[in-house]
């Protein structure tokens, strides 16, 4: 028997305890295979076997070797996104793992000691004597308490990071983040982080550094959603319990990120657990989940499956049966096999449908006693059915395939098709029949938009030295958008004749745009206090037979110095190809998605961002930073325009114009120990500005989301083992509004004066009053015989602040004149508060 | 139990229960604002602006006033004089007073009133060319689906260079009245004399000019709807003819620039009167300011001019120390001289 194969019989037998998880590459030994080796004692016996055989043919200290794998989560299997590794001669030498867990380091061949870490794990720390390339997979055991992560040089995200204005969120501070109705929300959670502002309270839409609610780009395991937003934006559309990491860029962007000038949410689910069937039931106020996830035969292929629907979809027959017309209700499923061919390949397949669907029927009948003119009388039956269906929401599917060329090369390729659509469907009946009438008229309509997209992308990591990680690829999407479409069908019977009239109107033409994009920048570290990223992003848009090429060059700079600071600076360019036509505040099913045309040019932004950093106290990071953007082309509607006018001729209602955003974010987070917790002050401007004129005669105006201030302070605290308590209070100054503020007249063209007119001197002229609110949650956790049960109880503005929900004018408001006591009428803002002490409970079993 | 029982229905009763507020506006800047509207052009010597007082419940009346106009620094004309105002609230007076100028001059508007004192200061645009006015009768169904004949004006106009330019289309209708036949019998008048005389404004129908038809994809003419407000005042921009020339295509009804006004009192029997009729062509040049007023109070006055689920138009203004627009304008005109016509005997008379 060779030599290999008993070794491999050796390691095997060592492999059937439990974790952790330690896994070496054969090839160290001729062999591409790779075993895992799961306790500790054997463990240490192969370190030791290893270090004498690698020592043997180890060369001089001048020889770089190169190590890569995969590190996971040694509970699951699942690959760890934004793990480090690092050596111990240099915290400068190190590296993290990219979206699949994949790492690339290159180090000094001979001795030398590598750290493993990632938040929330233990780290792990292993000596080797390394003299050529070799693949070393690892797996990293949970902490007992949230402890600080070793100190990696390279990261996508966070303070670390070359990067500004990057955060990696973390899954328990989403699953903690007190919201309304329970429901935990990455939206939401986003909302706390400096720079980020929610539109309307408690609604999920965010507005990123004075930009607009389209320019965000959220992502789904790499492909982009259009329509993130459930009930109406009281919910997002991600299932907390399907996702494995949210990456959030606002600052500096990844030259692999294009298509939004705002910011860039990546959020990426999980692949499954490897190592055993494991789920989770949920039961909440609002909505019931069930998560799943384990291998498929073998720990190769593993499934992950994620439902969530509100309890409305799942008892709708028994709403109908109770006689209700009405019923609103939405769900999401996420999906996604992924499959182990080798350490060198790996295919994933993920899946997502969400749909918000209200329904309404009504039905009149009955017989009358109809008089006729000659003193006799006759029954008369009528009927009147109204019915009504509206449904909205989004599919995705993409595959995608990872392969590692060379410990220096790895490539992810993926393909993905995407679909938003928005169908609306009634049926009106009226039918009379007596004997002396008959008809049955029937009106029915038709209404759809929506946006497709196929595309495919290749991305590259590529590390051809220690102080390179070159990242490049390419991406290709079609667009299709089908601005709205309307279909009438008239069914008239009046006995004797059955006619039909059947119309179809485009009323906004299908338009297609195909989008091509290119990208290169180089992650490079400069001794040991520099680190600078240059790059840049080519992308092309064709659309109405027009090309618009935009390049986005993308620079990121950062030096570090003593016991944890670091400065760092930035300029991002981005562009924008697609727009959303909203009334703001609330997501509509209504809104629209519109490209560029060859008259609405892309929107361009430019972001300089500069800041301090300090992470030099164990578990604390802080963190200030300044930016200054500029949006060129932003789209507004024109004075006295909305988007319900807009469905034709949406162009016409539109203006281009120009956005600046300035300001200061300071941003504390504790992230270790049993008290958890982040705080941030954010001191924003943002204003707007049309030179056509048409919007605020063409002068600078405040951004509806102009706050100047917002506080946020959230805490995690563990009471003892069982208990968790998250609070988080939240200020934000006053949000903008456009109201009358006095009685004037205007001249007609004609040179005549008009009555009384409520005259308003600039949009966005009112500055709303700030708000505030307290919410909790409390959790207790207790772990059965077959698993753990949650008990999750929250209140959502616990204080009872009166947040304006929905605000509207009224021009001539009712109200005693306190000294004559008489009604006048006045101007008032009408505030709506409807979230007011929101408590929610839901139940959790996981296993 | 019943604690747990009352725990319930305190919690749905905060659920379904909604709490609405009101903040009531006080306004913002001073409590009164001097309002001063009007149009100044510089094809007419007599002008006018409108006055009232601003305030945050209401218009109110400007009870004295005095207003000074100056072109080019110097004092022009001057009045004290309010008057009704026709057509308007009565809370709005009109003042009136004399200028003449052309494009370049700086006109200057002040009025002062109650220690309030505000000035609008213009300086008259540039006036573009007319350099031809066609017309010809066209047949087209009108809005009754009838075949009608239309005069279409063909009005070829060149841009003013090397700016951008604001422009309104007008078109008026001058007529007078000659006597051309007298019987016999007839001895008060005599061949020759004019007996009486007239104007109008002609409306336009720009149904088939693009620049000033902001229709896309519809087909009826005039009603506004969703998607689209009548350009009624026919402004428009040279974005699409900058620094050259564009040939408007404006539809004259007919019957809108053939019905006389004659009111002179005649036997058909003994006196034939002849009419003759001149069209005069404008293009007004006018500030962006003005032409974003205009454009607002189309849309304004339009049906998509409902104000329950937007805000209302923030109207521009250049009236410094307080609000409104004093607009000045420079004219190009263009005689179209049409056929002379002899009123028929059955036309209404006051014989």
Redesign the interface.
Known sequence: MPKKNKLTRFLKAGCNDSSPEFIYEWSLFGNSRAVNLKNEFMRKILLAALAAVLTVSAHGQNKKITISGYIHDDATGETLIGAGVVAAESSAIGAVTNDFGFYTLTIPAGKTTLSYSYVGCRTETVSFDLTRDTTINMSLKEADILDAATVVARKDAGIRSTYMGALEIPQEMIQNTPVIFGEADIIKTLQMMPGVQPGMEGFSGIYVRGGGVDENLMMLDGSPLYNVSHMLGLFSVFTPEAVKKVTFYKGSFPAKYGGRVSSIVDVRTNDGNAKGFHGSVTAGLLCDKLHFEGPLGSEKTTFSISGRGMHTFVFDKIIRACGSPANYAFYDVNAKVAHRFSDRDRLFLSFYHGRDYFRYKESDKGTATISSGDGSSYKEYSEDDIKANLKWGNMLAVMRWNHVFSNKLFANTSVSWNKYDMNIKSDIREMVKSEKEFYDNTYKYGYNSGIMDFGGRIDFDYTPAPQHLIRFGTEFIRHAYRPSVQRVREINEDGVKKTFTDEKTNISPNVYGSELSLYMEDDMTLGDHFSFNPGARLSLFFVDGKAYFSPEPRVALKYSFGEGWALKTAYSRMSQYVHLLTSGDISLPTDLWVPITKNIRPVTSDIVSLGAYFSGLKGWEFSLEGYWKRLNNVLE?K????A??S???WE?NVEMGEGRAYGAEFYVQKTTGKTTGTASYTLAWADRRFKD??I???NWFPFVYDRRHNVTLSLIQKLGKRVELSAVWTYMSGSR?????????????D?????????????N??KL?PTHRLDFNFSFHKQKKRGERIWNFGIYNAYGA?NP?FIM??GS?S?KDPTTGEEIK?????????L????SFSYTFKF | MKNKISAAFV?AL??L?????????T???PEK?L?V???VRSDESEH?V?V?W??????KPVNAAHLECYVNGTKVSETSELHK?????P??KRMTFNADFNAGDEVRVVVESEGTRVESVSVAPKAPVIVKADTTTVKAKDNFGDLENFALFSVTVQDVKGEDNYY?ALMDLDSKYFINWVSEEETEHKVGDCVDKGSKSLVIDNSQEPLLR?R??KDQKDDDD???YNNR?NIFTDSQFRNSEYTLKLIVDHYGYLHNFCNFGYNPDNVKVEEDREVVVKIMSMS??T??????????HSS??D?S?????????NVKGG???VSVMTAATFNVRLPKWQLPNNIWTNY
Not at chain 1, 639 to 642: E, I, Q, R, Y
Not at chain 2, 85 to 89: F, L, V
Request: charged letters at 20%.
């Open positions: 509607y004075d006295g325009k909305m319900f006018t469905a034709a001729n016409e004129g048409t605020n005669n063409g509004m456009t109201i009358p503020t006095r009685k004037s007249f205007v001249i007609t063209p040179g005549d004066g008009t009555n009384d007119y409520d005259y308003i001197e600039s949009r002229n009112y009053p009166l929900n004018y009224d408001h109200k006045t101007p008032a803002l009408i505030k709506e508060t409807f007011i002490f929101y408590p | 919690i905060t659920i229960t909604s709490c609405e507020r009101y903040i009531e506006l306004g913002t800047g604002l309002v509207n009007g149009y006018s409108l009232a601003s305030t945050f419940k209401e218009v105002a026709e057509n308007s609230i809370a709005i309104r902001r896309i994809g969703w998607n689209f005042y962006k300011l032409y974003l007023y205009m454009n607002d109070y189309m849309f304004d998509q001019g104000w689920l937007v805000s209302e138009l923030p109207y521009p203004s609000t409104g627009l």
